[in-house]
Every structure is written in C-alpha cells, then in structure tokens.
Nanobody, 123 residues
Framework: QVRLVESGGGLVQPGGSLRLSCAAS????????MGWYRQAPGKERELVAT???????NVADSVKGRFTMSRDNAKNTVYLQMNSLKPEDTAVYYC?????????????????WGQGTQVTVSS
C-alpha cells in the first residue's frame, strides 16, 4: 500500500502564510503525479496544484501568484507554499498521488489520497 500524510494546516489571519507538506510512504515503485486538492464545506473538491514526474508544476487560476508547489523526490514529499491567504482559501486540503506500486511480481498502478489537513483563514 501507498500512504499519504498531510501536515502543516492550521489557523492563520488573512494575508498570512502556511506551508503544507505531503509525505508518501509504503511500497512505492514510482510516483508519476502528485497534486493538492481542497474542499470547502458544501462545495466540490477542486484541484489546486500539480507536479508531474518531469517536474512541471501548475496551479489553479484561483491561487495563481499566491500558491506554489514543489517536490523533493528523494523524500517522496511535496509541499504547497501558501502566501497572501484569503478567507475563501479556507478548506480541507488533500494530497493525491498516482504512480506504480511495488509488488512481488510486476508493479501495478495506484492512486492514493491523504486524509486531509484543515486550513482556516480568519481574523
């Protein structure tokens, strides 16, 4: 199994910053794509940012210029640096990874979600 654990959420005032981390562990053969999603109460889960196996990053228009995503392949960890936070950024932030899982035979494809970390932006 491949497990994802998010951390770094919390309560912050508008204009503040937070840095989220997502660490992958388990029977990882390779990770091809990792992404950050968020879900506010009563709303659908939305894609925030992604990083590909080639290192290309993209962020949603709603957070462009404020959020950046990075990765540390040696640690199987990705980060989401969130600056200039707004109340509308309040949500549970989830990490997702896709790739290949190690088995006793051939690797198999996997898609795993973390349990989420709460980000609350409020004065």
């Amino acid at each position: 199994q491949v497990r994802l654990v998010e951390s770094g959420g919390g309560l912050v005032q508008p204009g503040g910053s937070l840095r989220l981390s997502c660490a992958a562990s388990g029977s990882i053969f390779s990770i091809n794509l990792m992404g950050w999603y968020r879900q506010a109460p009563g709303k659908e889960r939305e894609l925030v940012a992604t990083v590909t196996s080639g290192g290309s990053t993209n962020v949603a228009d709603s957070v462009k210029g404020r959020f950046t995503m990075s990765r540390d392949n040696a640690k199987n960890t990705v980060y989401l640096q969130m600056n200039s936070l707004k109340p509308e950024d309040t949500a549970v932030y989830y990490c997702k990874a896709t790739g290949l899982e190690r088995t006793k035979n051939l690797p198999r494809i996997f898609a795993s979600w973390g349990q989420g970390t709460q980000v609350t932006v409020s004065s």
